[in-house]
């Protein structure tokens, strides 16, 4: 979608609840989320590049709605207006040496 | 590398159902589920279903899972328990995570050693289901914060109450299921709150939770949990119409667990790295996949079914499954296209049997006034939880008779009719239209057997004799709590509302297994209140 | 139509900080991206090296200039924390023939005046306890280290948009044009930009968009995995790259470890239409930092990427106005070793963009040294 990234959108207002955590796993607050967008960090890629949020050990299972809700509203748009973040593997985090480890026989895998 | 005709990732509801219908038809399935146990969310609804026969009506959750889990195994589906997939790469490629049997002379080690393996399949079906959601307030993220889902999780399939005192948020029918069982496994429900200004699930799942003296706050959400490293209170407060706060309508409740019900969110993100072509608008609760009818996606041979797909219930999730096996065997060729269709059109009719009624998608945020039969829907029951005593009359199911006689309390029109097979002298009628409220035939006989009683998935069949001994009356309810009062228990009738209408005294309590765990504790009330006493406590 | 002194063609690192030098000059300058995301290519999916050891001695100036003058001040001069390390490069090698390579570079970046010398395994262990007993040796260039590249794109956008530098995303462009023999026009999918310099800066892709006007710089790309794990408790700050270059990594401010690696199939790997991940990749990484790390064995890993890097044919940069295009500059081919000159670069390219001589001498960067072999 192209976007003119020099749109104005007014200066930035505290409000409340800036202080609260929306991202938990790297613990990254409303305030910072809407100060992000004011620093022209207007799609979820650049908001998780730029700090952090989604990008822990949930990968934004969690914040990721919530994030984006916040977005949305300081750009004035819906989130749905907003391309999600990339999902790529691993699904669950996992251990270097678990993924390292690459069988080939599955007989050997334990059965329910 | 292992191939398999299909691959299905996530052993819920759907994915046995398609593993089934796959399987049936001589294909090689191999199914994989990051849980210990199969069926996902299946084992933790211990609750009666809706629906009809096909839809595995009045049966608990957790026993269809059983059942799934019989016909997966007679149809030589292979599941793998705590096989977690890491990826979904191009060429229809499944990297799997799985623990390995521990080699011999290594019986001492205390971890047992995983490695990843490739598998691919013909055909993926991905059936990851759906997260939680949750909202933000001051204080979320205190201890004691936790999806009602997870809650539903700790005390269903761990054994282990969440919390003492109760706050629920969300009104859906998570929200008003998990508060019944939350009261069930023992805990206070100290309000059932939704910033909506009527109740988003089925008003039977609401009434019964009601009745039982839980209040409902709609139009007013969680201001902030208290708490310094866990939770020991919550502010609500109202809101306007714009969902803003009320200055001045705070309301404090003292709680060790605020549960959050507010909605579900699709885990699609396999269906995105292989990928599939996306859909955010939004429309079926998150980020899905772009699907047809049978759940084939963009990338051909990749199939998404159940939650993933698009939020909805486990019983259409399963009938999902099933039109997806269908159609992949007939994709590689394991069935042709005569038998393929005839089994899919039968699956879809039934799908849209569960896709009717006041609750179905094309309704969801519409207010509904009236009935298919053109009745007044219930004001209170949307804002408050339970049907008013003056107007629970004007419903088909309510009527007076001599003797014993059902009281149907179900006033919307839900796809659901087990209380019409139920009773064994055809007292009760729905008819050929699934979502009509039933009706009791005239000149029917009923002879007090309960079977209604506890067929209702609701709750919301009540056996009345208004005449039972001079100034007496006596109402059957269903009862799903334990202790089980006694014969004899002198306590108090409660009215919908949850609130002591009259003395009460325990006549008959009876539990069989045909009854499934409902039992039936029948009271003596005042015959004014035949009509008005719904739950019974012991005094 | 709009007009501005100078059109950036691409949103990356190089990009954003010519857009950076050029509006701190005062010229009015428009960046274009057809991607909706800045610095969505390299620029977010590269390791994060900031080294001079191991280049190429036409490319070294610029990378001891950046780090001689830019990337220590760089977090407050973007008013963004950049999380600049300088804590030295060890290039590991793990037999004679590594000793070799690691000897040959080091020889050449000494002649260079670079403070880069071999140490032995012991040494190696010395400086970074948590490596192989494997390593018996590395080259140690002591002044290199690593930054966020996240941070440092999007830092260099941040500060050009506060000057007033104009980003546009997802806008493509299709066509370069002249007039009365000067490059005069950018053409898009949705406008045209009439402007006095255009800067092609967008990797792989400025092969396509320079052709327009005739020029053709021999590029090849290649499609590359890296992979993050959960933060772990500090452990050490250097960055770490091998004699073969197969495999690179460092420790980054939250604690999360990012590594870089392949299977071995860079230049056949396809990206299916979304930068999909190879299967065989990460488990190939994993491997890889075991063998060098193997402390690392029960971190997690949180998350994988892919991304191209533009492949010039001699593995080096083209830094160089167009002669034969007049108003006409490239910077491409940086080969996946840009990020840590990018800062440079922007000044360079602004430099280049002002008619100004630039700080350092480009001739061995130019796009026409591209000739016969034979």
């Known amino acids: 979608m192209r976007q003119d990234r020099n749109r104005d959108l007014g200066p930035f207002v505290p409000r409340e609840g800036d202080e609260r955590i929306i991202c938990r ?15 022209g960090m207007y799609t979820m890629a650049e908001i998780r590049r730029y700090l952090r949020c989604g990008m822990g050990l949930c990968q934004g299972q969690t914040c990721s709605r919530l994030v984006a809700g916040i977005v949305a509203r300081e750009l004035g748009i819906k989130p749905a207006e907003l391309a999600p973040a990339s999902s790529r593997s691993p699904m669950r985090p996992i251990e270097m040496k678990v993924w390292a480890d690459e069988e080939t026989d599955d007989s050997k895998v334990r059965r329910a | ?357 006041m609750f179905a998608p094309g309704n969801r945020g519409k207010k509904i006034e009236k009935t298919e039969e053109g009745i ?45 097979d139920a009773c064994p002298k055809h007292c009760i009628s729905i008819g050929s239209n699934i979502t009509s409220l039933p009706v009791v035939l005239k000149d029917s006989a009923c002879i007090d057997c309960g079977m209604c009683v506890s067929s209702c998935p609701g709750q919301a069949i009540f056996l009345v004799n208004e ?73 | 139509m709009r007009t501005a002194d100078v059109v950036i063609c691409g949103a990356g690192v190089i990009g954003c900080a010519a857009a950076y030098y050029l509006a701190k000059k005062g010229k009015s300058v428009i960046v274009l991206d057809r991607d909706n995301s800045i610095g969505n290519g390299g620029s977010s999916r590269n390791g994060g090296g900031v080294r001079q050891s191991g280049r190429d001695p036409r490319e070294l100036p610029l990378a001891m200039y950046g780090i001689q003058h830019l990337w220590p001040t760089l977090s407050d001069e973007l008013g963004v924390d950049v999380e600049y390390h300088q804590d030295g490069n060890l290039r590991l090698g793990k037999n004679e023939r590594h000793r070799k390579i690691l000897e040959g570079l080091t020889e050449r970046a000494v002649k260079c005046g670079l403070d880069v010398r071999m140490i032995e395994g012991d040494e190696v262990r010395r400086i970074n306890p948590y490596l192989s007993d494997e390593v018996v040796c590395a080259s140690w260039c002591p002044t290199d280290g690593h930054a966020n590249p996240l941070k440092t794109v999007l830092g260099f956008y941040r500060a050009a948009r506060k000057l007033g530098a104009q980003f546009i995303t997802g806008e493509s462009v299709l066509e370069l044009k002249k007039e009365k023999g000067r490059l005069r026009y950018v053409i898009t999918d949705a406008d045209t930009y009439c402007t006095e310099k255009v800067i092609v800066a967008c990797g792989y892709e400025s092969r396509a968009i320079l052709q327009t006007v005739g020029i ?103 830094i160089s106005n167009i002669d034969e295009v007049p108003g006409l500059i490239a910077a491409c081919g940086f080969t996946g070793h840009g990020f840590g000159i990018s800062p440079i670069v922007g000044v360079l390219l602004s430099q280049l963009a002002c008619d100004e001589e630039p700080v350092l001498d480009l001739s061995a960067l130019r796009y026409d040294r591209f000739r016969s072999a034979v």
Request: aromatic share 6%; charged share 20%; with cysteine.
């Open chain 2, 376 to 420: 007044p829907v219930s004001e209170n029951l949307l804002t408050h939880g339970f049907v008013a005593d003056d107007e629970i009359e004007r419903y088909p199911g309510v009527t007076h008779k001599a003797g014993v006689h059902p009281v149907m309390e179900c006033t919307q029109n839900i796809p659901c009719n087990p209380c019409q």
């Open chain 3, 216 to 318: 053709d710089v021999p590029m090849t790309k290649d499609l590359i995995e890296a992979l993050v794990t959960e933060a772990e408790p500090p452990m050490f700050p250097q960055m770490l790259g091998t004699a073969d270059a197969d495999f690179y990594g460092h420790q980054t401010n939250h604690g999360s470890f990012v590594f870089g690696g392949s299977a071995g199939y860079d230049a056949q790997n396809l990206d299916f239409g979304h930068l999909a991940t190879q299967s065989n990749n990460a488990p190939a990484i994993c491997r890889a930092i075991l063998r060098w790390v193997p402390k690392l064995a029960d971190a997690k890993i949180v998350r994988t990427w892919s991304g191209y890097e533009d492949l010039s044919a001699d593995k080096v940069p083209v």
């Open chain 2, 1 to 357: 590398m292992k191939r398999y005709d299909l691959i299905i990732i996530g052993a819920g509801p759907s994915g046995l159902s398609a593993a089934i219908e796959a399987a049936k038809r001589g294909m090689k399935v191999i199914v994989f589920d990051e849980n210990a146990r199969p069926g996902g969310q299946l084992f933790k609804q211990i609750h009666k279903f809706f629906g009809s026969k096909e839809h595995k009506a009045k049966i608990r959750g957790f026993v269809i899972g059983r059942q799934l889990l019989g016909e997966a195994e007679k149809a030589g589906v292979e599941v793998r328990l705590s096989a977690t997939v890491i990826g979904l790469y191009p060429d229809k490629e499944v990297v799997v995570r799985e623990i390995l049997e521990p080699e011999e002379g290594t019986a001492g080690e205390t971890s047992a050693k995983e490695a990843v393996f490739h598998y691919k399949g013909d055909a993926i079906i991905v059936a990851t289901g759906a997260s939680e959601n949750m909202v933000t307030f001051d204080g979320w993220t205190l201890p004691g914060v936790m999806g009602a889902g997870a809650a539903q999780t700790l005390m269903n399939l761990h054994g282990v109450r969440p919390g003492r005192k109760v706050l629920m948020l969300g009104s859906g029918n998570v929200g008003l299921v998990v508060s019944f069982q939350l009261l069930q496994a023992g805990c206070e429900v100290v309000a059932l709150v939704d910033a909506a200004p009527r109740i988003g699930g089925y008003g039977v799942h609401a009434a019964k939770v009601a009745r039982t003296g839980v209040p409902f706050y709609l139009s007013h959400t969680i201001k902030k949990a208290e708490g310094t490293d866990h939770v020991t209170g919550v502010t609500i407060a109202q809101v306007d119409s714009r969902f803003q706060f009320i200055e001045g309508t705070e309301k404090h409740f003292d709680v060790d667990t605020i549960c959050v019900a507010v909605g579900l969110s699709p885990m699609s993100q396999l269906l995105k790295m292989a990928g599939c072509e996306m859909d955010n608008s939004g429309k079926g609760g998150g980020q899905i996949p772009v699907v047809d009818e049978s759940g084939a996606t963009s990338v051909p041979g990749i199939y998404a079914v159940g939650d993933v797909a698009g939020i909805e219930e486990a019983s259409s999730a399963m009938i999902e499954g099933r039109m997806a096996g269908i159609r992949v065997a007939e994709y590689l060729g394991f069935d042709d296209k005569a038998g393929a269709d005839t089994a899919f059109d039968q699956n879809e009719k039934a799908l849209e049997g569960l896709r009717q009624g």
């Open chain 2, 467 to 539: 005449d039972a001994g001079p100034g007496k009356a006596t109402v059957t309810l269903p009862y799903e709590f334990l202790p089980l009062p006694e014969e004899g228990d002198e306590g108090y009738g409660l009215g919908r509302d949850g609130s002591r209408v009259c003395d009460a005294k325990v006549v008959r309590v009876r539990s069989s297994g045909a009854f499934d765990h409902t039992a039936l504790v029948t009271i003596e009330v005042p015959a004014e209140y035949a009509m008005k006493a719904r739950f019974f406590v012991k005094a």
């Open chain 1, 25 to 39: 796993c790297e613990e990254v607050t409303q305030g910072e989320i809407r100060r992000a967008v004011h620093d």
